[in-house]
């Protein structure tokens, strides 16, 4: 299995499928997730002449499960790490949900120390630009006390935590999955380890990336479902796309916070169309 090794020395695994001279993509992978959640996105992806590379960030899937490390600066230098082994050129990253905001934290702390390494980002389902509600941001929707009263919910039982986001939330009221897509979507809290989930669903929460996303220099596509209930549009993508100096905005109508699983052909098409538009 192919493994890297971080520069604080934590050993990452990744996966990479395509010719080694085809346009590369990157998949980051959500918040409790792994890069098992890109299952249907690579092989149309492949299909379309791309190098697809994921990775599990540290303390998800095949990874090594530090005690430190999991704030967004040290995640952002994982993903710096992982295209400077791959010494990836013309790259395009693709970011869901947390995966968004290491995406945007990358380009700022390690942008214009590489450039040419990525040329273009998706920003899929983002929890950009500020999740948490303060005095200058009245439009974040997770106030402090609630976010602490989801993580005392998953210290006592994170089936009951599971349970209170059902399927429907998830994948959206437009989009009928299977039991077992649902199930394996659950399954991937009771597989990460609990002080992963509480220490990342904070970071996720408390990360500010209002002025990191006015920095961003490349072409951005953010794909959002207009019934994600985990990332509100109006509260997340939409104003990620107004503080983006050059990016194109999709909505797909009845999708909830797993679009990119709930109906990937429309999913992978965007996406697609974005990437083959982007200047060489």
Known sequence: MPYFDTTDGTRLFY????????????????WAFNSGMWNYQIPAF?????????????????SDVPGQGYDL??????????????????AVLVGHSMGAAETVRYLVRH????????????????????????????????????AEAVRTLMRRDIGAFVAATSSTEWFGPGYQVSAGLSDWTSR??????LQILLSTNKTCVNADLREDLTKVTVPA????????????????????HALLPHS??????GAGHGLHMSDPDRYNKELL????????
């Open 15 to 30: 996966a990479e499928a395509g010719a080694a001279e085809a346009p590369p993509v990157v998949f980051v992978h959500a």
């Open 46 to 62: 492949l299909a379309a002449g791309m190098r697809c590379v994921a990775f599990d960030r540290r303390g998800r899937g095949r």
């Open 73 to 90: 600066d040290r995640l952002a230098d994982d993903l710096a790490d992982l295209l400077a082994y791959l010494d990836l050129r013309g």
């Open 111 to 146: 942008g214009t120390q590489r450039p040419g390494r990525v040329k273009g980002i998706v920003l899929s389902a983002p929890t950009t630009p500020f999740l948490l509600r303060t005095d200058d941001n009245p439009e974040g929707p997770v106030q402090a006390a609630a």
């Open 188 to 193: 991937q809290f009771f597989d990460t380890p």
């Open 221 to 240: 596509l953010v794909i959002q479902g207009d019934a994600d209930r985990s990332a509100p549009l109006d509260h997340t993508g939409r104003r990620t």
């Open 248 to 253: 194109t905005f999709v909505v797909i109508e």
């Open 273 to 280: 169309t974005f990437m083959n538009d982007l200047p060489e």
